[in-house]
């Protein structure tokens, strides 16, 4: 997607008119059903004003023009690109990323700048590395800029037209001189430079040939990316298959490979519950298939999970690593195999995510991802549905596959690689949370995985604590119980889980959740929310549901609200939204209780040596002892 294209010369023109903007704004809304704000339209007028004066310095009037030219299966969008061809008559873009800023100052990040945007002074990446990045995903996904035997040669460089130059300025220190000399940045003293740049690369002309390459060209994954993210994900230990997990990756590769072929679509349903490995085969398939040259997505809808999927696979890796909302816009069949990890967060629509930066969708979040692959590979618990808004199910998978007239084939994952191997932990919370009957009513305390409810949740917390400095992973969780605070002024954060004299901050909330203060720095030593289960700083603060599921810790501290009791009277589970901090989950009626075992059930389940557990509840306490054995 783009909003506008065309000649070089067309461009000048409508800018000279003032109709750029105008141009702008109107296709804005075509494609996104509203009009973009008035700091935008102002920005366009600046900027694209100021980038005109440099062409007409170049006599670039023949060359190809791209303006807000969204990257492929991204919200992201470039402000300019313009193409041509050089003195020796090759093919050449340059990306044009454009700021109004006038004065940087310091920040701590190797790749960050700060400076005055959107009424605020925030950490933002410097204009190179951000172009840098543009420039590194095109050629990673985008075949008119890698595909033999005439690739088109991608340029990047950065304009910021309102400023000016002088030599100690932050922007040009030397932690930057690396990215600098990549992804040149000129300013406002610089025009001639600038000039210099683009008529070198571009002079011959020739643009609009090179501009209906780059438009008719396909979004792709080149081999080298593939092979990229493959190689990181199979340097990693911890994803070695076993036994029945290995079995069903062998079914998936090998239906996921023959349907790749097909005409018909084909669907895959794999059910497990916590801690069946359905994550580790997931990504183990998503290797493999990478380095068979299959262009493969992998997509939950957990921005906690997917963020520390691009922390582990790094920048480059990240254009593989989609949400369940990052196909609005993908064309029929786009994505060879497309793997949806923690299936049950599909939403019923991806207006509910909606923002900004996406397109409003008329289908159903899962027709847009079974439309936008050849081959689609759900893994999926049933039992960990936490939102009302979440619709994901084997069933409803099935009905939607059958609209399409999918192949469908179904899997189950029953041995447990989690709580110590131990099925029968698993089933006993399954049991005496009421989700479902097992044969494992009462637990035994002789089992090898660790379970104890502790009395006082300082002692809780001290064992966990104890066990994240020894080398294991652990951490503390709740149910959500209490309001979760913006970072304050200065990037603290504020006791608000609170039992007795006992106070600890929930973790960091996410950067786009916050209201107040939403670009204040975290303090040192405070985790981002995405980092919070692998950041050793972490076990300083209580994970919630949102956190905490999707992934699991060698050892886990569960402290169960009032949000859930156990009515000894009635001898059955009571939810009680009036506890609950959680408003989405809070206002779901008569799912609220089924809504809250499944928080819970998952929170439970995090462990894989171990379970600590404190209720605020007592008979909830005495109720769970009743279930153990002495």
């Given at each position: 997607m783009r909003l506008y294209s065309g000649s070089s010369e067309q461009y000048i023109q409508d800018t000279m008119q003032n109709q750029i903007a105008e141009k702008l704004k109107t296709s804005f809304f075509n494609h996104y059903r509203f009009y973009p704000s008035d700091s935008e339209i102002n920005s366009w007028k600046s900027s694209l004003r100021a980038v005109k004066d440099i062409f007409q310095m170049g006599n670039l009037y023949e060359q190809g023009i791209i303006l807000e030219y969204q990257l492929p299966m991204t919200s992201k969008r470039l402000d300019c690109l313009i193409c041509g061809r050089d003195k020796?008559?090759?093919?050449?873009?340059?990306?044009?990323?454009?700021?109004?800023?006038?004065?940087?100052?310091?920040?701590?990040?190797?790749?960050?700048?700060?400076?005055?945007?959107?009424?605020?002074?925030?950490?933002?990446?410097?204009?190179?590395?951000?172009?840098?990045?543009?420039?590194?995903?095109?050629?990673?996904?985008?075949?008119?800029?890698?595909?033999?035997?005439?690739?088109?040669?991608?340029?990047?460089?950065?304009?910021?037209?309102?400023?000016?130059?002088?030599?100690?300025?932050?922007?040009?220190?030397?932690?930057?001189?690396?990215?600098?000399?990549?992804?040149?940045?000129?300013?406002?003293?610089?025009?001639?430079?600038?000039?210099?740049?683009?008529?070198?690369?571009?002079?011959?002309?020739?643009?609009?040939?090179?501009?209906?390459?780059?438009?008719?060209?396909?979004?792709?994954?080149?081999?080298?990316?593939?092979?990229?993210?493959?190689?990181?994900?199979?340097?990693?230990?911890?994803?070695?298959?076993?036994?029945?997990?290995?079995?069903?990756?062998?079914?998936?590769?090998?239906?996921?490979?023959?349907?790749?072929?097909?005409?018909?679509?084909?669907?895959?349903?794999?059910?497990?519950?916590?801690?069946?490995?359905?994550?580790?085969?997931?990504?183990?398939?998503?290797?493999?298939?990478?380095?068979?040259?299959?262009?493969?997505?992998?997509?939950?809808?957990?921005?906690?999970?997917?963020?520390?999927?691009?922390?582990?696979?790094?920048?480059?890796?990240?254009?593989?690593?989609?949400?369940?909302?990052?196909?609005?816009?993908?064309?029929?069949?786009?994505?060879?195999?497309?793997?949806?990890?923690?299936?049950?967060?599909?939403?019923?629509?991806?207006?509910?995510?909606?923002?900004?930066?996406?397109?409003?969708?008329?289908?159903?979040?899962?027709?847009?991802?079974?439309?936008?692959?050849?081959?689609?590979?759900?893994?999926?618990?049933?039992?960990?549905?936490?939102?009302?808004?979440?619709?994901?199910?084997?069933?409803?998978?099935?009905?939607?596959?059958?609209?399409?007239?999918?192949?469908?084939?179904?899997y189950e994952l029953e041995h447990q690689f989690r709580c110590n191997g131990s099925d029968a932990f698993i089933n006993w919370i399954n049991n005496t949370l009421e989700i479902k009957r097992t044969a494992n009513v009462l637990w035994d305390s002789k089992d090898e995985f660790d379970f104890k409810i502790f009395d006082d949740v300082s002692e809780l917390e001290k064992v966990i604590v104890e066990k994240a400095n020894n080398n294991v992973t652990a951490r503390m969780t709740a149910g959500f119980c209490w309001k979760w605070s913006d970072p304050n002024e200065i990037g603290g954060l504020t006791n608000d889980v609170r039992v007795g004299s006992f106070e600890r901050p929930w973790n960091a909330k996410p950067r786009d959740q916050r209201k107040e203060n939403k670009y204040v720095k975290l303090l040192d030593g405070v985790p981002e929310a995405p980092l919070w289960n692998i950041n050793p700083k972490g076990v300083d603060q209580i994970g919630c549901i949102y956190t905490a599921q999707g992934f699991e810790f060698d050892y886990v501290g569960v402290i169960i609200g009032k949000d859930l009791i156990y009515n000894f009277d009635k001898q059955s589970w009571e939810g009680h939204a009036e506890e609950s901090h959680d408003t989405i989950v809070r206002r779901s009626g008569n799912k609220f209780l089924d809504l809250i075992k499944s928080s819970y059930y998952v929170l439970l389940t995090r462990g894989m040596k171990g379970c600590y557990v404190y209720f605020m509840d007592k008979d909830t306490e005495k109720f769970f002892k009743s279930r153990m054995e002495k």
């Open positions: 020796t008559n090759d093919d050449n873009a340059v990306i044009i990323e454009l700021k109004q800023w006038n004065k940087c100052d310091e920040a701590s990040g190797d790749n960050e700048v700060s400076t005055y945007v959107g009424g605020a002074v925030r950490e933002v990446l410097h204009p190179s590395a951000q172009v840098g990045q543009y420039k590194m995903y095109l050629e990673d996904s985008h075949t008119a800029f890698y595909e033999l035997p005439n690739p088109i040669k991608l340029n990047a460089c950065s304009y910021l037209h309102n400023y000016n130059y002088y030599k100690e300025d932050v922007i040009f220190d030397n932690k930057y001189s690396k990215i600098l000399k990549l992804y040149p940045l000129f300013t406002g003293d610089d025009t001639k430079l600038f000039k210099d740049y683009l008529v070198e690369k571009l002079e011959q002309g020739g643009g609009l040939e090179v501009l209906d390459r780059i438009e008719k060209s396909r979004y792709r994954a080149s081999k080298k990316l593939m092979e990229h993210v493959s190689e990181v994900i199979k340097g990693k230990s911890e994803y070695i298959l076993l036994d029945s997990q290995k079995v069903v990756y062998d079914k998936v590769l090998s239906i996921a490979k023959d349907g790749f072929h097909d005409k018909q679509k084909v669907v895959l349903v794999v059910k497990g519950g916590a801690g069946t490995g359905k994550s580790v085969i997931a990504l183990n398939l998503m290797a493999d298939l990478l380095q068979k040259g299959y262009n493969t997505h992998y997509a939950t809808g957990s921005k906690a999970f997917t963020n520390t999927l691009w922390d582990i696979i790094g920048k480059r890796g990240a254009a593989q690593f989609k949400y369940f909302n990052s196909y609005i816009d993908a064309k029929s069949n786009e994505i060879d195999v497309l793997i949806c990890d923690e299936s049950h967060r599909v939403r019923e629509t991806s207006n509910s995510q909606f923002t900004k930066a996406n397109k409003r969708s008329d289908l159903y979040q899962i027709e847009e991802i079974i439309r936008s692959s050849k081959v689609i590979v759900f893994f999926i618990d049933d039992n960990q549905v936490v939102r009302p808004k979440e619709v994901g199910s084997v069933e409803y998978i099935k009905d939607f596959a059958e609209k399409y007239k999918c192949k469908i084939f179904e």
